[in-house]
């Protein structure tokens, strides 16, 4: 049980707070708009920590004007005596102090969502000023900070105005103002649905804590004028229904079970879904996402595997001498979500993104097992786990049908060993780790592109036609269609559940398609492919969008190439008058040496990388977008498209 007492000696000095301005990217990633929200994640996670663990019950979150944001929690107020050793404010400490915090030691908090002490400080030395304010023992005090310019150098979030008794105040709490540094994030904004996005995932994680994100900004300043309450008496039993919305689900109550040991709780919320054949699983430690899986994973998928299994032989649904189910089979449809507090978190993967502590997986498996055979034998349930069988026999019998998992990898073979001549141009060189594969739209796109690229570490495979929609189709109907097929036959590696990245043959796998609704539609179907069958190659950072350009400008011998409006803009501005513009409408459009120059030459090209930060919302979002619920898609249109926007742009000397 955590101390509830809580004093400036609990926060622990690792280091100072001297190298955050100058390498920003090793602490937050990346200085551009998801590096900017990151140092908000750190404040929230903060508050949410500390109302989580039973020292409040409500985080607020407001966007002002002028890119300033404000995070407030009526939990016990961030210390504000002196530290024995700095002989500052415990307040200060935190803000100033690299690795300074009360989580290392689990004495303030049971579990923590953020581990490494690092967040307020890194905030307040990326912001231009921090403010401070804490409500504790009937007082209210405050401390500024800023980052002034000391000389031709910049000093991050020093002290600007020390801890100052404001006066008497009611409740406690902290709450933190701050406006991200403009010389480090430059003209970035905060969004608020990306903020929405991340807080609901938060409010689900942690049952019964209420989360207020308001956006106060003016219109000036891009405001919205948007106010949102989460707050989920169910935790992640609520979570799973929210993102099977618009999907017709095999059962209305989702299964849910949580159980616990010292120092060590997990849940579990798991609802199927009728006319789906892939599994959703979600794992999350301590709040955080485990996007790469883990023992946790491991240990719930067998303790699925034996309950139902179990429930099928005692309810003779499984005869004597039938064999059991797999687990596959139990999961098909299955969207799951699991979340572990504990301590002595052991992350690993590419991503570190993977639970790697081995006493987990005995742990779940033994505790998921006894809690969800518990509850299938409760009123209720008897009509759920019936239903949940029968789609696993129909899985079985799809399985079977095919021979099982030898004849389904079989399948996958006869699939790679497809003749690829006259589709795939492939390129010449073996070393895998520099090869790239050009997914390119349409056969006149691929005939510029074959003649475009560099043999040698350059292959392009041209699609006819737009792919397979997979997010409802069977795997025999996937391994059906010719595109698709010619698609896994190219990259080695195989499709879900028999995928194997180390088959690989290309380390960057390019999308490139027309800059158009067509081509928008074609990244779409093949984006939600990856996300479904071969989704590590997303995790593991091997998939890319091309970024071909829109506009060529000329001028004399000066060529301009503008990749969107904006930059058409400036470049007219910077070539003048009498200025010759191309709109291209397609890849088709550019001939092979404009294709190089623009879209594949590694010294030239934009390429931007597909990435998973939610693995929960891109599931919510592919189930919306490509889904069959066409009114699901309308509310979501109509939520977030900016019906507003006014195009202003005047294409000048059209060619």
Avoid at 606 to 625: G, S
Wanted: charge should be neutral; proline fraction near 3%; hydrophobic fraction near 35%.
């Amino acid at each position: 049980m955590a101390n509830r007492d809580y004093n400036a000696r609990d926060i622990n000095v690792l280091e100072g707070l001297e190298a955050v301005r100058k390498r920003p990217g090793m602490y937050i990633g990346t200085t551009g708009e998801k590096g900017m929200h990151h140092i908000l994640w750190e404040i929230i996670d903060n508050s949410i920590d500390e109302v989580s663990n039973g020292y409040g019950d409500t985080v607020r979150i407001e966007l002002l004007d002028d890119n300033v944001a404000r995070v407030s929690d009526n939990g016990r107020g961030v210390p504000v005596d002196k530290h024995p050793k700095l002989k500052i404010s415990g307040v200060e400490v935190v803000f100033t102090q690299l690795h300074a915090g009360a989580k290392f030691d689990n004495g303030q908090y049971a579990y923590s969502g953020g581990l490494h002490g690092v967040g307020a400080s890194v905030t307040n030395a990326l912001s231009e000023w921090l403010n401070v304010e804490v409500k504790r023992d009937g007082h209210l005090y405050k401390v500024e900070f800023h980052s002034p310019m000391v000389g031709n150098r910049v000093k991050s979030g020093v002290t600007k105005t020390p801890l100052t008794l404001v006066g008497k105040a009611k409740g406690t709490g902290t709450t933190v103002t701050f406006k991200p540094d403009e010389r480090v994030f430059g003209h970035e904004k905060f969004n608020y649905h990306t903020i929405t996005d991340r807080v609901r995932e938060k409010a689900y994680m942690n049952k019964g804590i209420t989360v207020i994100v308001d956006d106060n900004r003016t219109a000036l300043f891009g405001g919205t004028d948007k106010h949102d309450v989460f707050c989920y008496k169910g935790g992640i039993a609520d979570y799973v229904q929210y993102l099977n919305e618009g999907k017709s689900v095999l059962y209305e109550r989702p299964l849910y079970v949580s159980a616990q040991e010292e120092n060590f709780e997990v849940e579990v919320a798991i609802q199927h879904v009728d006319g789906y054949y892939s599994e959703n699983i979600y794992s999350y430690v301590n709040s955080i996402p485990t996007l790469e899986g883990g023992t946790h994973e491991v240990g719930f998928k067998s303790a699925v595997t034996k309950v139902f299994n179990d429930y099928a032989r005692k309810a003779n649904l499984l005869k004597e001498k039938q064999s059991n189910f797999q687990g596959e089979d139990f999961r098909e449809g299955m969207t799951a979500v699991i979340l572990v507090r504990m301590q002595n978190v052991q992350f690993e993967g590419q991503t570190k993104g993977k639970l790697g502590n081995t006493e987990v997986r005995t742990k779940v498996e033994n505790l998921i097992s006894d809690k969800l055979a518990e509850l299938l034998l409760q009123k209720g349930y008897k009509t759920t786990a019936e239903k949940i069988i029968s789609k696993a026999q129909a899985a079985a019998r799809t399985r079977e049908a095919t021979k099982k998992a030898k004849d389904l990898s079989r399948q996958q073979n006869k699939v790679n060993s497809l003749n690829l001549v006259g589709k795939l141009a492939s390129c010449s060189g073996k070393n895998y780790a520099k090869n790239e594969l050009f997914i390119v739209e349409g056969d006149s796109a691929g005939g510029s592109a074959k003649q475009a690229r560099d043999r040698f570490f350059q292959a392009i495979l041209p699609l006819k036609g737009k792919p397979l929609n997979v997010e409802k189709a069977s795997l025999e109907k996937i391994l059906a269609n010719e595109e698709l097929a010619t698609l896994i036959s190219a990259l080695g590696t195989g499709i879900t559940p028999s995928f194997d990245i180390s088959g690989l043959k290309y380390d960057k796998i390019i999308i490139l398609a027309d800059a158009d609704q067509d081509g928008a539609h074609i990244r779409a179907l093949l984006l939600t492919f990856f996300f479904r069958y071969m989704r590590p190659l997303i995790l593991e950072g091997h998939v890319y969008i091309g970024m071909p350009p829109l506009y060529r400008l000329q001028k004399k011998d000066e060529t301009l190439y503008c990749y969107d409006d904006a930059a058409l803009i400036e470049g007219q501005k910077k070539m003048g008058k009498n200025t010759l513009l191309q709109r291209f409408k397609g890849l088709g459009e550019m001939n092979p040496e404009q294709l190089w120059d623009t879209t594949m030459d590694p010294a030239k090209r934009t390429l931007t990388r597909v990435t998973i930060e939610d693995a929960a919302m891109a599931e919510k979002r592919t189930a919306i977008l490509m889904g069959d619920d066409s009114n699901v898609r309308k509310e979501y249109i109509y939520q977030y498209a900016d019906f507003n926007k006014i195009d202003d742009f005047k294409v000048q000397n059209p060619q």
